[in-house]
Every structure is written in C-alpha cells, then in structure tokens.
C-alpha cells in the first residue's frame, strides 16, 4: 500500500520538488513517486532542520548569564546535568581530556534525532526516524565522525594500527595470522556499530509510531460513534480519548530514551577513538 502523502510534504515539494526531481533525473535515480519526489521522512527531516535553526536563533538571542529564561535552562540540562547525562557529562567521562571539541557534533546529532523522534506527536507530522533510512543516515554520520576524531587525535597510521590488536609476543608468522585475525573482528566489529545504532533507533520508533497512530485512530472512531450509544455512553463518550494520551506520553518518553542511547553510544565510541591506550 502506498504511503499517504503528508501536507507538509506537498508543501515541501511545491517548494523543492522541481530541483530535487532533476537532480535525481541526472543521477538517473527514479523517484518512488514521481509527483512528490521528496517522500515524507526527508520532508519532514527538513521541517526539524528548519525548526531547529529558528529556535537556536531565537534562543540565541535572549541567552543571559544573569537571567537565564526556562528554554535556556532546559538546553543547559541537555548539556550538563546533576545527573550526568548531559552531552558534555558523557564526552567528559568517555573521552576525557579536550572531550569540549565534540560536544558541538555529537550535541547537534543528539538534538536532531530527539526532535525527529517526537516530531509525530503533531497531528499534521510524521516521526521521521520510523523509516530505516534516516536512523542509519544519522548512523553513517556518527560512524565517520568518531573514525576521524580517532585519526586526527593519534593519527591515520598509529589509529589504523588499532585494528590490527596490540603488539603481539608471538613469532613473525602467528603474529600476523593474529593481527588478520584481529582486523577481521575488529572490522565487524565496527560494522555492527552502524547497525546496532540504526536498529535500535529505528524498530523502536516504528513500533512507538505505529501504537500512537493506531489506538489514535480507535479512540477517534470511538468519540465519533457516541451518535448510536446510550445516555450511559454518552456520559462515557470522552474516555477513550484519554487512551491517545497515555500513548503520546508513551511516544514522548520513547523518543527521549532513544535520543539519550543516540548520545551515548557515540560518546562512547569517540572516548574509544581517541583513547590513547587501551
């Protein structure tokens, strides 16, 4: 079945739907649906895209040291908190020293993916990391980015000796059967990383947005069926309404965890990067 075109992503594509066609003509790339060629995950990417720079712009514009207001605060707790959650917290106990360098990228990642992710919350949007490919684009971006603070913190060749293992006290032979060992597992090892991050990530938000979506519906169907109930079911009417809340909460919560998971883990995998022993 075909997905439903969402209005935003009408709009989008009356804005950009003309250049984007091309360039996917030139690339020789057939658009899915060729009267909206940008689908509603990538719409919707750019709608947070959009979202999130006008807020930091206005968020820009009112920061105090002195009076700091509640949206300020709130994106201070992102970075730091009593509980040691924050962006800046994570790098600082994974990667240590000079750790401030990656809090910028992994901060903007991690804002990203919480916005992506409770985006479906509005009635008129779509939960862009639902779709497989925006959680392993996300993936892709952190799997590079961690490799090049590891290369340009020790260097390409000191960093590439890593995969290979530590030295070995074997003979010249068993020591390089070892270290093509070595490089086999540590190769997929890494390999998994991207698809842990974009499993993960992606079946939980799927399944968030599917449960949102369907008790949504059935509650909807329900309220507009009070028409044939009784003065009992009338009085009753407005309960299931409150199911689609419990579950917008649910979605809230869900989308929050798994952007804090999309934190940590590539905190991780930079203090990994750029430790200078193991």
């Not at 996917?24 to 959009?50: C, D, K």
Request: glycine share 8%; proline share 7%; hydrophobic share 55%.
């Amino acid at each position: 079945m075909d997905e439903q075109v969402l209005g935003v992503t009408k709009l989008v594509n009356a804005i950009l739907g003309k250049p984007t066609a091309e360039l996917l003509r030139g690339l020789h790339i057939q658009a899915e649906n060729p009267q909206y060629p940008i689908p509603n995950h990538v719409a919707m990417e750019l709608v947070v895209f959009v979202v999130a720079v006008v807020f930091f712009l206005w968020l820009r514009s009112r920061l105090s040291a002195e009076r700091p207001g509640g949206a300020q605060q709130c994106m201070e707790a992102l970075l730091t908190n009593p509980m040691n959650l924050g962006v800046r917290d994570l790098l600082a106990s994974m990667a240590g020293r000079g750790s401030e360098r990656y809090v910028p990228m992994l901060g903007s990642i991690g804002i990203f993916v919480l916005l992506c992710n409770v985006a479906g919350v509005v009635p008129i949007f779509s939960t862009p990391t639902a779709s497989s490919s925006v959680p392993f684009g996300c993936a892709i971006v952190v799997f590079l980015y961690y490799h090049w603070c590891g290369i340009r913190r020790l260097g390409p060749l000191p960093y590439a000796q890593r995969f290979s293992g530590p030295k070995m006290p074997f003979p010249a032979p068993a020591s390089w059967v070892v270290k093509a060992l070595m490089l086999v597992i540590e190769s997929f090892s890494h390999g998994a990383r991207l698809l842990s991050l974009t499993v993960r990530l992606w079946v939980n938000m799927l399944v968030s947005e599917v449960l949102y979506a369907t008790f949504l519906g059935l509650a909807m169907l329900l309220f507009l069926s009070v028409k044939h109930l009784s003065a009992l079911g009338w009085a009753l009417a407005p309960v299931p309404l409150l199911v689609p809340v419990a579950f917008i909460v649910l979605h809230i919560f869900v989308g929050f965890v798994q952007a804090l998971v999309f934190t940590i883990l590539p905190a991780i995998y930079v203090g990994g990067a750029v430790a200078e022993e193991h």
